[in-house]
């Protein structure tokens, strides 16, 4: 059975380029998560999708992030401009039920390097 | 505001016993999870404590004491793989997750 999938795994860019993260959840998971994590600061959430509407997303830093749920087995998460900062590891995970009492499994990452 | 508290960094050794304390100070509970993450990896999960109490999984058990704001991840008989991060995470009232920094793990023979 296929853990959540994330792609790419290792994305390097420079300053002002447009990056999109992308991740299919487990098949039948009706909850997805983008998280950002960082030596620094650790992991944050960045936004909650539940049933492909995003519930939360007061942890978008500010208006050069977005993300997409179009259906129940793709997401997008989107940096445009990229800057040096948004330098990070992204995890999405996704979870059976809503809400934050259930497990999540989280995919491999993506390693963000902005130059 | 919201706080989970764990020590930064722990070394133990191959084959005893670690505890890894967790506390917390959020707007309600309802849920604490623990999770690891090996270097380079993904988080994985490893228990999830609701009631007060012990929890055991093989190797590993958690304990919660919500009138405390506290609970411990105990790892018994340590091996080298163990060596890791260990996240706490509480689910507050609004049933939000925060996340703790995280316990850094360090096993030496």
């Known amino acids: 059975d296929a853990g959540v999938i994330q792609s790419p795994r290792h994305e390097v860019t420079e300053m002002g380029q447009e990056v999109t993260l992308r991740c299919k959840p487990i098949?039948?998971?009706?909850?997805l998560f983008w998280y950002r994590q960082t030596m620094m600061r650790g992991l944050e959430l960045l936004i909650y999708f539940n049933n492909n509407v995003p519930i939360d997303d007061s942890g978008m830093p500010e208006d050069r992030f977005s993300a997409k749920m179009p259906n129940a087995s793709f997401s997008t998460l989107k940096i445009q401009p990229s800057e040096p900062r948004d330098s990070a590891v992204y995890f999405c995970?996704?979870?059976?039920?809503?809400?934050?009492?259930?497990?999540?499994?989280f995919g491999p990452g993506t390693r963000l390097t902005v130059l | 505001g919201q706080n989970i508290d764990q020590p930064t960094e722990m070394t133990a050794t191959e084959g005893a016993i670690v505890q890894i304390n967790c506390t917390y100070q959020?707007?309600?509970?309802?849920?604490l999870f623990w999770y690891q993450q090996h270097a380079g990896e993904a988080p994985t999960f490893l228990s999830y404590n609701v009631l007060d109490g012990l929890e055991e999984k093989g190797r590993f058990s958690s304990f919660l004491s919500r009138s405390k704001g506290y609970s411990y991840l105990l790892l018994k008989e340590l091996q080298m793989k163990d060596s890791a991060s260990y996240l706490c995470a509480v689910t507050d009232s609004n049933y939000q997750l925060i996340w703790g920094a995280g316990t850094k793990l360090i096993i030496k023979p």
């Open positions: 995970a996704s979870s059976l039920g809503q809400g934050h009492t259930d497990t999540q499994y």
């Open positions: 098949s039948g998971h009706n909850s």
């Open positions: 959020t707007s309600g509970f309802n849920g």
